[in-house]
């Protein structure tokens, strides 16, 4: 009886969750490959700006500007006012884009990422498309520039 593969498997889930080394649900998310801990764990060290938009409005266009540099976003949590992106497809350096409202009219917007450069580089292009700059010329742009 004690050498059924389920006793143990079941046996190794609880002493896991009791020890309280790693949540259950944090567990399955890093066996996943999809774990936000990290991002998480370096917030104290984001990079961070406040933007006179409503709170609504900085997340849709951090969204877009996160598809026109085309960062992968591998998660959303709207309960931790969190984007979770990888730098691109083929560069899977975790980046977190934290949101919080200050007020009406403001969000914060907190980059977090245990890569330096994948937290510069995120939140360079994040805050210029906020600020109003554009991130790259479309094709039909580069096309009118050349017939000029």
């Known amino acids: 009886m004690i050498y059924r593969p389920g006793f143990w498997a079941f046996s190794f889930l ?4 009791l020890c309280g080394c790693v949540s259950l649900k944090e567990g ?9 801990r990290v991002l998480e764990e370096s917030r104290k060290d984001a990079v961070s700006r406040v933007f006179k938009q409503d709170y609504s409005v900085v997340v849709d266009k951090v969204k877009e500007a996160l ?7 591998y998660a959303e949590d709207s309960g931790k006012e969190l984007i979770a992106v990888y730098v691109s497809e083929t ?7 934290f949101f919080t409202a200050v007020d009406a009219h403001s969000a914060r917007v907190e980059v977090s990422s245990p890569s330096t450069y994948a937290k510069e580089f ?6 210029a498309f906020l600020d109003g700059k554009p991130l790259k010329k479309k094709p039909a742009q580069e096309s009118d520039a050349e017939n000029k």
């Open 91 to 97: 560069d899977t350096t975790p980046v977190g884009l």
């Open 67 to 73: 598809k026109d540099i085309e960062a992968y976003i």
């Open 122 to 127: 995120i939140s360079g292009k994040v805050f």
């Open 14 to 17: 609880l002493l896991t969750f």
């Open 28 to 36: 399955a998310k890093g066996f996943a490959g999809v774990s936000t």
